[in-house]
């Protein structure tokens, strides 16, 4: 099951139905199912206190993902920052709800096993980010 929740701020402007079912097909272009995946809509502030918490990180981001995966079946939880998505949107030229989609899946990739913190990692997850998106029916 897929959920969306927020903490501090309004729920975003997503289609939920289609956000879960792309988020499934994504997946399974993976091999990988979805199982319990909780989606957390936060500001700024808040995502703050949940990087230096758990991760001890003392600076703002888009997304923290946490990952419990178990065999090919994703789980985890996933908070984003609305504040941070509308931010860059802003910086990159983007639409808020693309930005949005974009870190949306951005969570998922990661639990999928794309990382982009090493060397060309942040190529591959670019690539893996515009073909999922390719996907998206907005």
């Known amino acids: 099951m897929i959920s969306y929740s927020t903490d501090g701020v309004k729920m975003p402007p997503i289609k939920r139905r289609e956000t879960t079912a792309w988020i499934k097909a994504v997946a399974a272009k993976?091999?990988?199912?979805t199982g319990e995946i909780g989606y957390m809509f936060v500001n700024d502030e808040r995502i703050l206190e949940v990087n230096r918490?758990?991760?001890g990180h003392d600076y703002y981001t888009d997304i923290i993902t946490f990952d419990y995966d178990e065999g090919d079946v994703i789980n985890g939880d996933i908070v984003i920052s609305l504040d941070t998505v509308r931010t860059n949107a802003e910086q990159f030229g983007k639409e808020y709800i693309d930005e949005l989609?974009?870190?949306i899946i951005h969570g998922i990739l990661h639990l999928?096993?794309?990382n982009d913190k090493g060397p060309g990692e942040r190529e591959i997850m670019e690539q893996a980010e515009n073909e999922a998106l390719s996907l998206?029916?907005?």
Do not use: A, M
């Open 30 to 33: 993976y091999g990988r199912k």
């Open 53 to 55: 918490e758990y991760l």
């Open 101 to 103: 989609h974009r870190v």
């Open 112 to 114: 999928c096993g794309i």
């Open 136 to 138: 998206i029916k907005n």
